[in-house]
């Protein structure tokens, strides 16, 4: 019955006629179609403003957006998607999120949507696109902002003479941008220094540390441990469904080495609390982190003096992805001037200047164009060339908590064994046999997966 009214309503959708542009502009207030869009507080948001209002402009269509606490919104939406109240037309879903919505009917698939529209999928990054828009041959909305980690520095420490006379001479080889999770490893525990100590060759008043990392009780610290899980050929979730405990245990081991070379607070933050350290000089380098803050870390050129940012991929070419999927709601009254919402905020021209205004872009088109890579543009997209990369690296990457329907019941827990490790409360092995006996918990036994 569910498929049955799914598959009505996208029928009516497809079918309904919109005013032309020219029209819609002359459109009065009171003709206008009501959608709601629910989405994430902030600046997500905020640099949004000025599309939404160039799509009503275009469009006899009136959008009212609804922000909500990243911490909340998951829930609110799954309780309208559930009561099918039909209070939110498009939804904003987390990469971990998207199978259970269209396994369970939430969302409307946009496949016979875009069927005229095929340059505008294939101008998706590839990588990001099979994570975020893609399931069971299906495409369900378009990822309007990227997270992607990568890999961010004090490039000027690692270019100092004096500090790389000092690492070769103690580790056997130059120091650089690590290749490896062992180098950075290496790294972490060198640049770590206490108040009194020098750091290029100047006396340090307070202590300084080898890595900032995001080991607070949020869920960003299965995020930074994804990239090490990948490395090993591993994945939260094994083809059977299970959880690999061997594998995790080894990430976690490899993560608590680290924290070592961290500040004490690495144990109460996440993305913010890591930035924070790095414009007060704190930190040396991040973990696998989310590259979406690169103007935010680039401010340390500003804070701390001499310093100069630098961006890479993360070590073994391996992070986590992730984007905000655009998605349309079953029950929505307008998934029509829904869908063209999503398809215009998703787009090349609204994505353009969403990368101006400092958002991540999710399109190769605005990720490769020269005028992003400009050196006036380097506070706001310096990471561009760098995502590129990644994507182009991780080409063909799956994960398969991304594709089952319980990925986001599984990635709303996994935190509270993780991070209890990570504090010293449990060990690596009884953190990873924790998640495992959770995970078949919430799944009733082997996890289904469906790509």
Same mark, same amino acid.
């Given at each position: 019955m569910k498929s049955m009214l799914k598959k009505g309503l996208l029928a009516a959708a497809l079918m309904a006629s919109t005013a032309p542009a020219a029209m819609a502009q002359e459109c009065a207030d009171a003709d206008r179609v009501?959608?709601?869009?629910?989405?994430?507080?902030?600046?997500?948001?905020?640099?949004?403003?000025?599309?939404?209002?160039?799509?009503?402009?275009?469009?006899?269509?009136?959008?009212?957006?609804?922000?909500?606490?990243?911490?909340?919104?998951?829930?609110?939406?799954?309780?309208?998607?559930?009561?099918?109240?039909?209070?939110?037309?498009?939804?904003?879903?987390?990469?971990?999120?998207?199978?259970?919505?269209?396994?369970n009917g939430f969302i409307l698939p946009m496949t016979e949507y875009f069927a005229d529209k095929k340059a505008q999928l294939d101008d998706v990054a590839p990588t990001l696109a099979a994570l975020?828009?893609?399931?069971?041959? &299906?495409?369900?909305? @378009?990822?309007? /902002?990227?997270?992607? =980690?990568?890999?961010?520095?004090?490039? !000027?420490?690692?270019d100092d003479p004096t500090e790389k006379e000092a690492f070769k001479k103690r580790f056997n080889y130059d120091l650089a941008v690590p290749t490896t999770w062992a180098q950075h490893r290496d790294i972490a525990e060198f640049f770590t220094r206490k108040a009194g100590e020098t750091l290029k060759g100047e006396k340090l008043t307070k202590d300084f540390y080898g890595v900032g990392l995001m080991a607070g009780p949020f869920p960003e610290i299965q995020d930074e441990m994804s990239g090490v899980l990948w490395s090993q050929g591993a994945d939260w979730l094994t083809d059977e469904?299970?959880?690999?405990?061997?594998?995790?245990?080894?990430?976690?081991? &490899?993560?608590?080495? @680290?924290?070592? /070379?961290?500040?004490? =607070?690495?144990?109460?933050?996440?993305? !913010?609390?890591?930035?924070?350290?790095?414009?007060?000089?704190?930190?040396?380098?991040t973990y696998s982190f989310f590259l979406d803050q690169w103007p935010?870390?680039?401010?340390?050129?500003?804070?701390?003096?001499?310093?100069?940012?630098?961006?890479a991929e993360a070590p073994e070419k391996k992070a986590y992805i992730g984007g905000f999927l655009l998605a349309v709601s079953a029950s929505s009254a307008h998934p029509k001037e829904a869908m063209d919402f999503v398809?215009?905020?998703?787009?090349?021209?609204?994505?353009?200047?969403?990368?101006?205004?400092?958002g991540t872009s999710t399109l190769m088109s605005?990720?490769?164009?020269?005028?992003?890579?400009?050196?006036?543009?380097?506070?706001k997209t310096g990471h561009f060339s760098t995502l590129l990369e990644i994507f182009d690296s991780m080409k063909g990457f799956r994960s398969n908590l991304f594709d089952t329907p319980f990925g986001a019941k599984i990635y709303n827990t996994m935190q509270i064994p993780l991070q209890s490790a990570a504090a010293g409360q449990i060990s690596a092995r009884q953190a990873a046999e924790r998640l495992a006996v959770e995970v078949e918990k919430i799944c009733g036994g082997p996890c289904p997966i469906g790509k």
């Open positions: 009501p959608i709601t869009w629910s989405t994430i507080a902030g600046f997500y948001t905020d640099a949004m403003a000025e599309l939404v209002s160039g799509f009503e402009a275009g469009h006899c269509v009136k959008v009212n957006v609804v922000n909500i606490d990243n911490s909340q919104l998951y829930n609110k939406q799954v309780i309208e998607m559930v009561g099918q109240t039909g209070a939110y037309d498009v939804v904003t879903l987390e990469t971990s999120e998207k199978a259970e919505f269209a396994e975020t828009t893609q399931y069971k041959d &299906d495409v369900w909305g @378009l990822p309007y /902002y990227t997270y992607t =980690a990568g890999y961010i520095y004090r490039a !000027d420490l690692f469904g299970k959880v690999p405990v061997d594998a995790v245990e080894k990430a976690m081991n &490899d993560y608590l080495e @680290l924290v070592k /070379y961290a500040p004490p =607070a690495a144990l109460t933050v996440t993305y !913010d609390g890591v930035m924070n350290q790095m414009k007060d000089g704190q930190i040396a380098q935010n870390a680039v401010q340390t050129e500003t804070s701390v003096a001499g310093a100069k940012m630098g961006v398809a215009h905020i998703g787009g090349h021209d609204a994505q353009m200047e969403f990368a101006k205004a400092g605005v990720l490769s164009d020269p005028a992003f890579a400009a050196p006036e543009s380097r506070g």
